[in-house]
């Protein structure tokens, strides 16, 4: 069966340091991924997708960046962080049917 | 540009009645639709989907009506347990296979 991870599953950063936020997806070959951001509890914003290794669309301009190394990898980065990066984030992917399954998220602070 | 939105952002329910999740959309050309479930720190839960050439689809436990006519979803749980109280998201699919995620409904289950 598909299982997807995230890590860390929490993370406090001060504003203008780097973060790395990473995304792995088991038992699927190929998936479509997706970095979404969740402020407050409530509506996802799909930040990034990638359709294979190498292809990333950006959804909404900022100051995050994604980048697909492997098939089954999916990871976010920044170089400064700004207060306004925090949130609640989440990675998913695409399964046959279209439905997107979504991993446990990893919840950053910026202070 | 596409929306989808939901009518009330708090739903409560006593124990063992049926709710009813209600979700607006604005595309007209939208062909499927899902809803999920989201613990509080958790990834939103794929709960049941629906394409646009159906009007009803069952699953245990949940229903999830669709209403091409007036651009109308919902989800109805039976018999509601504590277990499902949680924040629903309904989302639909936009081109290239992005979701587009609606605010949510807050349900809370009184014992």
């Known amino acids: 069966s598909q299982t997807i991870h995230q890590w860390p599953a929490t993370l406090v950063q001060p504003v203008g340091s780097p973060l790395s936020l990473e995304c792995t997806v088991e038992?699927?070959?190929?998936?479509?991924l997706y970095w979404y951001r969740q402020a407050a509890g409530r509506g996802l914003q799909l930040l990034f997708y990638?359709?294979?290794?190498?292809?990333i669309s950006s959804e909404v301009p900022q100051n995050l960046s994604a980048s697909r190394p492997q098939d089954r990898q999916f990871i976010l980065s920044s170089k400064k962080l700004l207060l306004s990066d925090s949130g609640f984030y989440l990675c998913a992917w695409r399964g046959l049917y279209n439905e997107q399954f979504f991993g446990p998220g990893t919840r950053l602070t910026v202070l | 540009g596409e929306s989808v939105g939901l009518h009330l952002p708090t739903l409560s329910v006593q124990e063992g009645d049926n709710s009813i999740i209600n979700c607006a959309y604005s595309n007209s050309a939208s062909d499927y639709f899902i809803w999920y479930k989201q613990e509080s720190g958790k990834g939103p839960q794929f709960i049941i989907d629906?394409?646009?050439?159906?009007d009803k689809r069952q699953g245990q436990r949940v229903t999830v009506l669709l209403n091409k006519t007036v651009k109308h979803l919902s989800l109805q749980i039976a018999a509601t347990q504590p277990g499902d109280s949680a924040v629903y998201f309904c989302?639909?699919?936009?081109?290239?296979?992005?979701?587009?995620f609606g605010q949510g409904t807050e349900l809370s289950v009184k014992p």
């Open positions: 629906i394409r646009s050439n159906m």
């Open positions: 989302a639909d699919e936009a081109p290239g296979g992005k979701l587009i």
């Open positions: 038992g699927t070959s190929n998936p479509n």
């Open positions: 990638s359709v294979g290794i190498g292809q």
